[in-house]
């Protein structure tokens, strides 16, 4: 290092932002900096679509005349909502031809140095120069050689006196990379260079959304067979092409953002602008998502935006010695269920932030979208903490409704339609909040997606509870299809919530003890192990045709992967036992496992070639309670589910709106699914159409359905009708191509 007295402070803001490397060009910068479209909030399409939000009309006036002011204010001083998001140009350590740069917002403090490897961590030698607005800045000069004065990839932090006269050292707000000493266990930021040479070169355009969405929620870290933490690397190599294979186009990457308690799942994030070190390096994460796009698959990353870790010591909690600083004061920023902190959505840098951080995630990794996680806390004053939602609207619209986390939402996916009109943002909210899912313009908050939570919750409820000769065929249809107008919704039968340890996925629920002793095929056959393998297809194939407009399942689960999930902890001695995914089960033709990938893969191959999930028209034309059946259409496809536990029926009357022969186009009891073959005569024979009125229906088929089964039929519609006998052809090629290798 030369001396310090060539260290200087006079920071050009807006020249470091015009000199960001790798900004947009003019024609792009214009599209993204064009201003934002205002509406009349009388004209609110959510309003006129639902008569029951009248009498809450002004509370969305309100809302939304609250995200206009902000909007406002950002376009007044800002420029633009989008220069506003942009603050990783200008915030935490830029590096530029003549020097690098490092910023830092911190109101608080009362000195602050930067100190690191490049200094010999001497702690007072660098001293950063404050304005009137919080801001601590240095500059560091290009050395004479043309060298930078802070190495690429090292380590640095920090040295702060604090608002309550503490010493401390912190790691930056914005940085970018963050690893964990081995010895102490603590975080260190590392500067990562933006010179050009650094930089991971794209190979791979950005994708367009698909015609529907199927969504694999993964965890790197667990994606391993081994006992181990995995890698970025590893799972593109090894896990993408298996998502790949399995007929999944979007991955949903759990814990990316850098989390320094590993059992936390990635929930309590120290470092948000930090991808997870423990997995490798950001541009190994570059390259994952730069593969999964060369394979067609969408990227979304799960955002923490609900609250933040309470870590002192490697977050960003107490960073400048107030509590208030990104936060709620006292104990209106402390989120007591889950140990965190709360975010302050009134505050101007709080906003710059965490938009920002959306921005960041969209430019410099190019994910496709958001999970926004746990929203519910976002949106209501009480975080959802002892209040029991029952759909009554007084519930969301009173004065425990956070009108600044609600207006931060709207600011938020405003931003990423600005960015990416191709990108998915997701809404995580146990509340039913109603126009979570509708844009801004209509009155809504502006998600894509909202998770159907209660559908999971239901059947789990009725694993545990109740009896199979006691289920609803209505509840479980009510459970299905109850969601709100426009409003689409991802749903799914469990997601990672069902894995963790303390609840039971729907495997260990249906298979018990029997999913470690009798999952073999050269075992005795067990009424269990077969009651379990007809209702896990069952209960996965309703949930994706009737339950939604996307279909999520979490890595493993598709072929009912056993245990729990359970990350190392001081309680299970650090172990990594339940901290893997068993791959080699799914791989073994001789386990059961195996045939539930197979139909599940089957089942998202259906879903490609029909896409049912992009179809918002579904009508169920039986629902019998004693017979266990239900039928319903959707996507020109006829859905037959018989629940009973052992009633089969023969020349069963379907209904039907389709006046045509039908063939069978999957059916749960085929032999490649680990099932009887019995329904294998309508793969290769029509159902004969009789026009006659059935079920509210002007046509019926005659089908024989075996006892815990389900199959789904498609008319011969004459304009495909050689199209789907001719796959009905193949498919039963390769059931005789099977069974002569079984001989």
Known sequence: ???????????????????????????RLEELTAPITRVEGKDFKVLKDDG?????????????????????????????????????????????????????????????????????????????????????????PVRSDGSHAIPHNTKVKLYMLNAKDEWVYKIPAWITYAVQDEGTKAYDGVYLSQEQKHKYEWKHPALKR?????????????SSSDQKVSTYKEFKDNVLPRIKKAGYNVIQIMAIMEHAYYGSFGYHVTNFFAASSRYGTPNELKELIDTAHSMGIMVLIDLIHSHASASVLDGINMFDGTDYQYFHGGGKGKHELWDSQIFDYSKWEVNRFLLSNLAWWLEEYRFDGFRFDGITSLMYTHHGLGVGFSGDYREYFS??????????????????????????????????MPALGRSVEEG????????????????????????????????????????????????????????IVGDKTISMWLLDKDIYENMSLLAPESLRVSRGIALHKMIRLITCALGGESYLTFMGNEFGHPEWIDFPREGNGWSYQHCRRQW????????????????????????????????????????????????????CLLWIFNFHPTKSYEHYRIGTGYAYDHVAVLDTDEDQF????RLRHGHTNVFPIIKEPWCNRDNYIQVYIPARTAMVLRPLFPWDQEKTLEIAKKQHEEFEKRKAEKK
């Open 584 to 635: 080699n089960l799914a791989d073994d033709p001789l386990l059961y496992y195996h045939y539930l990938g197979n139909f599940d893969r089957a089942m998202m191959e259906l879903e490609e070639r029909y896409h049912w999930l992009s179809s918002r028209e579904q009508y169920v034309t039986l629902q019998h309670e004693d017979d266990k059946i239900i039928v319903f259409e959707r996507s």
């Open 674 to 677: 680990a099932g009887k073959e």
């Open 1 to 27: 290092m030369e001396s310090k007295n060539k260290c200087e402070y006079d920071v050009d803001v807006k020249e470091l932002h015009r000199n960001y490397p790798y900004a947009p060009d003019k024609k």
């Open 210 to 222: 698909p015609e529907s969405v199927r969504i694999y929620e993964t965890h790197v870290g667990m």
């Open 399 to 432: 004065m425990t409704t956070d009108i600044d986390g609600m207006v931060y939402l709207m600011l938020a996916n405003t931003l990423i339609r600005r960015i990416n009109p191709e990108a998915y943002s997701i809404a995580e909210d146990v509340s039913g």
């Open 52 to 140: 029951y939000l009248e009498p809450f009309k002004e509370h969305f006036f309100y809302r939304y005349r609250k995200y206009c002011e902000f909007l406002d204010n950002i376009e007044k001083n800002e420029g633009s909502l989008y220069e506003f998001s942009q603050g990783y140009r200008i915030y935490g350590f830029q590096t530029r031809s003549n020097g690098i740069y490092y910023r830092e917002w911190a109101p608080g403090a009362k000195e602050v140095y930067l100190c690191g490897d490049f200094n010999k961590w001497n702690q007072k030698e660098f001293p950063l120069k404050k304005d009137s607005f919080g801001n601590w800045e240095i500059f560091f």
């Open 444 to 499: 809504g908050v502006g998600f894509d997606f909202r998770l159907q939570m209660a559908i999971p919750d239901k059947w789990i409820k009725l694993l545990k509870e109740t009896k199979d000769d006691d289920w609803s065929m209505k509840d479980i249809c009510w459970t299905l299809t109850n969601r709100r107008y426009d409003e689409k919704c991802v749903a799914y039968a469990e997601s990672h919530d069902q894995a």
